[in-house]
């Protein structure tokens, strides 16, 4: 079995090197190989991967996550494909824990746990809410996991998949210009081919908290956009609908007497209602193209 760790990059140049780092320390000690690809960055991205020995597949024009590990896939050698995000840091037995989690020998498909780094105030109620990947609120609270760990959901920040199954599926559908939303219909397609995603709790990594309102408003107006995309392209719309219900009372009965639990309600209606200029703005303006 052979590993592809696959990490798209832009303007990563702060981030990158603790996410390098973590990977050069691994226990793991089978060969594997890291796949950096960089989206058109404009800071020292590049020079980030040379200081660690790591030539990146740069790109000429920005064209986002989804299009980034589809082509490191291209280039990849492994018959498993690994993905996180460039502003993660694995534990140092994250590559052992998947070799284990696929000898089970019941999933095709790997989804770690997410744990979101401390922050401040703000950059903690955002944890809050669940995203990315359940967030502070945990994977299992925000996407149903069953009691033997099989799941529908997958977050792109952290999960392994056979590569036969990847191609299969036909990748990340690159429709999804930002980050978000592609990840979810790739859980989708996998699941309506029949294909297993369990989620495997021991597969850790960490990610940096988003501690910045400007930035958590232009992320929520781009799950709005991903959310129509991903509206016409899947069927039991109804399903999704109660999925998010269901979350959303998880978060409620979580933080109900925490002091942080104002302002998680404020973010929660405010990116409902971000969300949702995103999703009319892709409907009714056409700014996502229409073939896709």
Known sequence: MKFS?????YNSEITLPALLNSLKKQTYEKDFEIIVVDDCSTDGTCGACHAWEIQPWRLKKNRGPAHCRN????????????????DCIVAYDWLEQIERCFAQGDAEVIMGKLVLLPSNFLGDSISALGFPAGGALGFEKVWKVSEDGFTNS???????????????VGGFDECFPYAGGEDSFL??????SGYRIKYCPQVLAYHVASDSLKSFLRWQFHRGL?????????????????????????????????????LIVFLLLMSFLVQMSGFFCAKYREIIPCEC
């Not at 760790?5 to 990059?9: D, E, H, N, R, S």
């Not at 859980?187 to 309506?192: E, I, K, M, N, R």
């Not at 995309?229 to 933080?255: D, E, M, P, Q």
């Open 71 to 86: 082509l490191g896939a291209r280039r990849a050698k492994g018959d498993v494909l690994i993905f996180t995000d460039s």
């Open 187 to 192: 859980a989708y397609s996998l699941v309506q």
């Open 226 to 262: 991903s959310s129509f995309i991903f509206s016409k392209k899947v069927t039991g719309k109804r399903n999704f609908a109660s999925l998010r219900l269901w979350s959303t009372l998880n978060i409620i009965k979580h933080y109900h007497s925490d002091s942080k639990f104002p």
């Open 154 to 168: 997958l977050s792109s920040c952290n999960f392994a998949i056979k590569r036969e199954l990847f191609e299969d």
């Open 5 to 9: 760790i696959i990490i798209p990059a």
